[in-house]
């Protein structure tokens, strides 16, 4: 099987980029699809794509009060789910080591956090499908610790440990976990990046891997496999990582005197 069909999906993050793709993908394969992100308006732009299977929420997943009210309203637009993937996310760099807590905080919020509500909502709607999945986007700038990445590298290795919990919790239920982690794909996310990006596809190229990843039952989606390999290979040997690349990447010579 290549296809999710005939499936009850939430999608954070739809709004744009990744999750866009992937609920664009997913409505054709004739699913339906609750499309969530906080601007509404490219949320209804979307539904126009795909208006008999696209269901707009928008919500702000780093909003913990304002995410209370999230599982009626999903329940208002559906009697279950059959899959969660979690993509809203952020990344901020931190340029020159400034360890601003702000910057930290807000990228946690939407990252780690904001998967966490994302569960929390969704976990009655799919405790009625037959076979849940709860799905959310990591990253594999947490499988090496990456210059300026300390901000959103932390959040999406927070988010790996997460999900290998709650895995851990809800082995003996039929709710599978699955840990999604994208190399480097175009997006707004992305746009802003002023480096070479390896291997660098588009939001639709990843939307189709993470559906084959999915339909294949896998608890682990890296990709691509010419990126994913080496970094592996890198993390577990780190002194490889820090002696040859990290001081080509670095772009701090000093300390500073504040
Ligand atoms: N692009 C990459 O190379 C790459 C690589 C690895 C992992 N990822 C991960 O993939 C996910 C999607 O990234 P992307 O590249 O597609 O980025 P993107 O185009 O910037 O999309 C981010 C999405 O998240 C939503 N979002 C952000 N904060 C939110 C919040 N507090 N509440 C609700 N929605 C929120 C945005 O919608 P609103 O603005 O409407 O809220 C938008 O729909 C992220 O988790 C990212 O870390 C991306």
């Known amino acids: 099987m290549k296809e999710i069909r005939n499936k009850t999906l939430w999608v954070t993050g739809a709004s744009s980029g990744i999750g866009r793709a992937l609920s664009l993908r997913l409505a054709r394969h004739n699913n339906i699809v609750i499309a969530s992100g906080r601007r509404f308006e490219a949320l209804a732009e979307l539904q126009t794509h795909c208006p008999e299977r696209i269901r707009v929420l928008d919500c ?10 999230v599982p009626e309203r999903l329940g208002a637009l559906s009697g279950h789910l059959d899959m969660v993937i979690a993509c ?48 959310a986007l990591g990253s594999l700038s947490s499988v090496v610790p990456f210059p300026r990445a300390e901000a959103y590298g932390s959040s999406k290795a927070a988010l790996d ?32 990046n002023d480096f070479g990006m390896p ?26 496999r010419r990126l994913s390999w080496p970094l592996r290979l890198l993390g577990s040997c780190s002194a490889l990582w820090f002696y040859l690349f990290a001081p080509k990447m670095t772009r701090i010579r000093r300390l500073r005197k504040r």
């Open 88 to 135: 809203a996310g952020t990344c901020e760099y931190d340029d020159d080591l400034q360890l601003d807590g702000s910057t930290y905080r807000q990228v946690f919020d939407a990252n780690f956090f904001g998967v966490v509500n994302t569960l929390r909502s969704a976990l009655p709607l799919l405790a009625a499908s037959p076979a849940p999945v709860f799905a």
């Open 161 to 192: 440990y997460f999900l290998g919990a709650v895995r851990a919790d809800l082995c003996r239920t039929p709710l599978k976990v699955v840990r999604i982690r994208p190399g480097f794909v175009r997006t707004p996310l992305t746009a802003r």
């Open 60 to 69: 702000d997943v780093a909003d913990d009060a304002a995410m209370t009210a």
């Open 199 to 224: 291997f660098l596809m588009s939001a639709e190229q990843a939307a189709e891997r993470i559906e084959l990843g999915l339909c294949k039952g896998r608890s682990s989606i890296d990709f691509p």
